[in-house]
């Protein structure tokens, strides 16, 4: 079983910055992709950006790419969310989501993930 901690949600303003973390229990944290989504109100919970186990392969959403930065440190069961010059649509609650132990490549469908964090809000206005 694995446990999943978002933090570092909050209110910025258009073009700012925050950095979302995600604290994972366990020991086999680098052994398996992980994931961020969000979900805004009356939409799909989408794929924002994904790493795999290796740190070395990523993906990004189309609307994030450029601006946002996935990463994890596997030492420290952390991934992180670098979320640089904001816009009012990139609010949402923000998920991490871990894959099943043992599978590595990165993936960018949501019921691929076993596990999900809470969710912390992220707000984007002036």
């Known amino acids: 079983q694995v446990q999943l901690v978002e933090s570092g949600g909050g209110l910025v303003q258009p073009g700012g910055s925050l950095r979302l973390s995600c604290a994972a229990s366990?020991?086999?944290?680098?052994?398996?992709?992980m994931g961020w989504f969000r979900q805004a109100p009356g939409k799909e919970r989408e794929i924002v950006a994904t790493?795999?186990?290796?740190?070395?392969?990523?993906y990004y959403a189309d609307s994030v790419k450029g601006r946002f930065t996935i990463s994890r440190d596997n030492a420290k069961n952390t991934v992180y969310l670098q979320m640089n010059n904001m816009k009012p649509e990139d609010t949402a609650v923000y998920y991490c989501?871990?894959?099943?132990?043992?599978?590595?490549?990165?993936?960018?469908?949501?019921?691929?993930?076993?596990?999900w964090g809470q969710g912390t809000q992220v707000t984007v206005s002036s």
């Open positions: 790493i795999s186990c290796s740190r070395f392969s990523t």
């Open positions: 366990g020991r086999t944290f680098s052994t398996y992709a």
């Open positions: 989501a871990a894959d099943r132990p043992g599978r590595c490549g990165y993936q960018t469908n949501k019921e691929e993930y076993d596990y």
